[in-house]
């Protein structure tokens, strides 16, 4: 099946500085890649998610690159502010099956 | 309507209690997910329905009981459970398959087993 790494586990920004989270994948069959914000006690929300037939997707200060060939995509935020601060998890799904990173514990310094 | 929701929203429950969680949708998503999720790590998969079957159990102990009453609801009957059940349950739902859709989360139900 399916297996998704997440880095890293813990990341602390000062405000107004970009934050980077990568996942990889093994599956060549996955082919929607969404990014969680969780808070603590709430659901996770979808922030912004790609297909596998794009390389790039901007919203704001928030932007997804995709790299099939290497099975690898990455969270880029910048000009990150205090309520940024959360855990971020990426996923993959393959058919009805979603599986998720371990997570990524983001601190922004104000 | 592009929401999922979730009864109760916090449960406290004996050992030797039964009880059950509810989750509804009316997105027409025929793909139903029910995770369990502690505190700071990823939803973990529990069951997933598809057409109202159940086509994936991620070897779940007995003790929990999905059931699918029809296309908008589902149901995780709770029985016995133990303390280390204790968590956050998320339903989710998505659309079909191979169209690579977002799955939309329920708000969760906080359990604690006592």
């Known amino acids: 099946g399916e297996n998704v790494e997440q880095h890293p586990s813990t990341l602390s920004v000062q405000e107004g500085d970009s934050a980077v989270i990568k996942c990889t994948y093994s599956?060549?069959?996955?082919?929607?890649f969404p990014w969680y914000k969780q808070e603590l006690g709430k659901r996770p929300q979808l922030i912004i998610d790609?297909?596998?037939?794009?390389g790039e997707k901007k919203d704001q200060r928030i932007a997804v690159t995709l790299n099939k060939t290497a099975k690898h995509f990455s969270l880029h935020i910048t000009e990150t502010q205090p309520e940024d601060s959360a855990v971020y998890f990426c996923?993959?799904?393959?058919?009805?099956?979603?599986?998720f990173g371990t997570g990524t514990s983001l601190t922004v310094i104000p | 309507d592009t929401e999922v929701t979730q009864t109760p929203k916090h449960l406290v429950m004996g050992m030797t209690n039964k009880k059950s969680l509810k989750c509804e949708q009316h997105m027409g998503h025929r793909a139903m997910y029910w995770y369990k999720q502690k505190a700071k790590k990823p939803p973990e998969l529990m069951f997933v329905?598809?057409?109202?079957?159940?086509?994936i159990n991620e070897s779940v102990p007995s003790r929990f009981s999905p059931e699918c009453p029809n296309s908008s609801l589902l149901n995780l009957h709770l029985h016995a459970l133990q303390p280390e059940d204790s968590a956050l349950y998320l339903c989710?739902?998505?659309?079909?398959?191979?169209?690579?859709?977002?799955?939309?989360f329920g708000p969760g139900t906080r359990l604690t087993v006592l």
């Open positions: 996923a993959a799904r393959t058919g009805n099956q979603f599986y």
């Open positions: 989710a739902s998505s659309q079909q398959g191979l169209r690579g859709n977002e799955q939309f």
């Open positions: 599956d060549s069959a996955s082919n929607y």
């Open positions: 329905y598809s057409y109202e079957k159940l086509s």
């Open positions: 790609i297909r596998s037939n794009v």
